[in-house]
């Protein structure tokens, strides 16, 4: 019989929690590559629940592994790092970046066992300027899933981190969620004020679109729609993809190369990875008609500091402890709706002010949340069939993320949601070759 899950099992990613074993079936983005230094200093990296170390060795070998030595439990990350693995600083024991023990420099030479030794370690690979792992049971690993943003050259590609204290899912589905971007980000915004040509103005003309929504291989997609007062339609695209993925519709449909990874550090921090192509139009287009930056959408990172800190990287300065440089007076006048002076804050202000774990049970879902709930079925049924024996979507398959795109346009006359994304996508730019997804 196989376990009961429900959408209270989708936050929890521990090692004995159905959503961490599903999940870690998946390759997943781990941290930047730029954070480890050859030879240089390790850092705390906490992953699915797990305190783990990461390095790279003096011979450029990046390495994963458990933070204790299995000697007696010192945490490597005081550890020494030498050309061949991290040293721990106890007894002397080394151990290479696949985890295996190298040297017992305390142990008599005839009495040593270092063939019969390992730390718990992760396979790592760096694609587009990010360090990925894969922390499942597999012997070997299943190939890397083809989110096309992911696999452009490091040159094109653009990658930036952010920490933010509440789980994976319900930022998640802050992506999923178009209805908000009407009022959390532009509700100060007036049409007027915005050139006839910025697409973003439709949004401010009609806060209220419909919707069309739908399962796809990759998970689930949905299409915002709403009628213009030219009459055509203003068409917002987006994605929802295995395991913890989504495309956002920030950006013309057909360049608009991006994907977002929100990485569980445990049940209660998240690591948001967002991959973008350097050479996309200008999402968002958040300027008045005189090219002037509008009010509340700023779209930029104000980061604190990294320490070393189990949660110490990629947090950003606004957070829970200043509610988020909220300005009331900007708010009150209506200048800025929300009152926060910047989109990315907007958005982890309304997540993280839910707590680390929403209670699902005192929602009261709207229509406009259909892809939230869609969303959550999809994640429910997919876990309980791995759990019946099944293989995740997309691990054996990781082809069938490239058919995804989010983003916005235009359509003349209003045709049904999958003929306008199969017409758009014929237009759409693909700078990296499929076979990518092979390697």
């Known amino acids: 019989m196989s376990e009961a899950v429900s959408t209270k099992s989708l936050p929890h990613v521990g090692s004995d929690a159905p959503m961490g074993r599903f999940m870690r079936e998946y390759w997943l983005p781990a941290l930047m590559s730029r954070e480890l230094e050859r030879g240089g200093a390790q850092i705390r990296l906490m992953l699915l629940g797990e305190k783990l170390v990461a390095f790279r060795d003096g011979e450029g070998a990046v390495g994963i592994m458990d933070e204790r030595c299995p000697h007696r439990g010192v945490s490597l990350f005081l550890g020494r790092n030498e050309s061949a693995g991290l040293r721990c600083i106890y007894h002397g024991w080394q151990f290479g970046a696949n985890g295996r023990c190298i040297d017992m420099p305390s142990v008599p030479p005839s009495q040593r066992f270092q063939d019969k030794v390992r730390v718990r370690s992760y ?33 094109d590609v653009s990658v930036y981190c952010i920490q933010r204290a509440c789980n994976w899912l319900q930022i998640a589905e802050g992506d999923l969620d178009t209805s908000h971007f009407g009022f959390l980000h532009m509700g100060s915004v007036d049409p007027e004020d915005m050139a006839p040509d910025n697409l973003l103005r439709h949004t401010a003309e009609n806060r209220i679109p419909d919707f069309s929504m739908g399962d796809a291989p990759w998970g689930t997609s949905y299409a915002a729609f709403r009628g213009t007062t030219d ?27 991006d994907a977002r990874a ?13 991959f973008s192509w350097k050479k996309k139009s200008a999402a968002l287009r958040a300027v008045d008609k005189h090219g002037k930056q509008l009010p509340g959408l700023r779209n930029d990172n104000d980061f604190l500091p990294n ?60 229509p406009t949340d259909q892809m939230v709930a869609r969303t959550r ?31 916005y346009f235009l359509t003349e006359s209003q045709l049904g949601w999958q ?18 997804a092979a390697e």
């Open 262 to 274: 929100f990485v569980p550090m445990d049940d209660n921090h998240t690591m948001l990875f967002h």
């Open 307 to 366: 320490t070393t800190d189990w949660f110490g990287r990629w947090r950003t300065r606004q957070n829970a402890e200043n509610d988020w440089e909220m300005d009331r007076s900007a708010q009150q006048n209506g200048t800025i709706y929300s009152g926060i002076d910047n989109l990315r804050v907007q958005d982890q202000a309304a997540v993280e002010s839910m707590g680390y774990i929403v209670d699902h049970g005192l929602e009261q879902l709207a």
């Open 123 to 155: 396979r790592t690979v760096e694609r587009a300027g990010v360090v990925w792992v894969y922390m499942g049971q597999r012997a070997e690993p299943p190939p890397l899933p083809a989110f096309e943003a992911t696999m452009l050259p490091d040159d």
């Open 377 to 407: 079925r999809r994640l429910v049924k997919a876990l309980q069939t791995y759990l019946a024996g099944a293989t995740p979507p997309g691990v054996d398959d990781p082809d069938v993320f490239y058919g995804a795109r989010s983003g």
């Open 231 to 257: 009459g055509r339609t203003y068409w917002r695209f987006a994605n929802f993809l295995f395991p913890c993925w989504t495309q956002s519709p920030q950006g013309p449909f057909e360049d608009h190369i």
């Open 419 to 436: 003929e306008a994304y199969q017409e758009r996508m014929k237009q759409a730019v693909h700078p990296a070759p499929l076979a990518i």
